[in-house]
């Protein structure tokens, strides 16, 4: 059975900080990888995406890499802003049947 | 194409009572998915369809639970004789082609049995 985790659970940083946020998963047998966020009361808006064969993938001040061998991904942010504020959840595809697996999410608050 | 659209937004029922949530996906999208979320918690997969056959469900869709896809556009989720613990935020999505297609997500539909 996949299993994600996400550290931390929460962060709180001063605005312009770059930050990093870490996913873990069990099972390597993974299609893909997509990170979202999700603010208070709402769906979630996909950030990125990186295929299996894939190392990283870049949008804006946005980066994510992957390490499929040891189960490992990373959410880089790089200059953050009070919008960047929201629940920033890791899911995988694949390892587990026909849909994606999510970790409960890092809550980040960047204050001004 | 707007995305992924969820009705309604919000529901409040009475315990015992029934419901129905309607997802439109993204025009084309062959792949629609059914999510539950709790306070706290990540989406957990409740069912899968590719076009108009349901392919896979969770243990946690009930037989209380019933999902339909017909004609492989809009899907319905309907819950029969709710329970409190079926609050929950409901969340579909959809992608086109295989498995390895990026994912989006509706904006939820937000049950509360009271």
């Known amino acids: 059975k996949q299993e994600v985790t996400q550290i931390p659970a929460a962060l709180s940083v001063p605005e312009g900080e770059n930050l990093v946020l870490n996913c873990s998963f069990t099972d390597s047998a993974i299609y893909n990888l997509q990170w979202f966020r999700q603010d208070p009361g709402k769906g979630l808006t996909s950030l990125l995406l990186i295929q299996s064969s894939q190392r990283e993938q870049t949008s804006g001040r946005l980066n994510a890499s992957l390490d499929k061998s040891s189960g490992r991904s990373t959410l880089y942010i790089a200059a953050s802003q009070p919008g960047d504020s929201a629940t920033y959840l890791c899911a995988v595809y694949g390892g587990g049947g026909n849909k994606l697996t999510f970790g409960t999410g890092t809550q980040l608050k960047v204050e001004l | 194409d707007t995305g992924v659209s969820q009705d309604p937004r919000h529901k409040i029922t009475k315990r015992g009572q029934n419901v129905t949530f309607r997802c439109d996906p993204i025009s084309e999208h062959n792949r629609l998915y059914w999510y539950r979320q709790t306070l706290g918690q990540g989406p957990e997969f409740l069912t899968y369809f590719q076009n108009e056959a349901q392919l896979e469900k969770s243990r946690l869709l009930s037989d209380r639970f019933s999902a339909e896809r017909p004609k492989g556009s809009f899907s319905t989720l309907e819950i029969q004789r709710t329970e409190q613990g079926d609050s929950a935020m409901y969340l579909c999505?959809?992608?086109f082609g295989t498995g390895s297609a990026e994912a989006f997500f509706g904006q939820g539909t937000r049950l509360t049995v009271v």
């Open positions: 999505a959809s992608s």
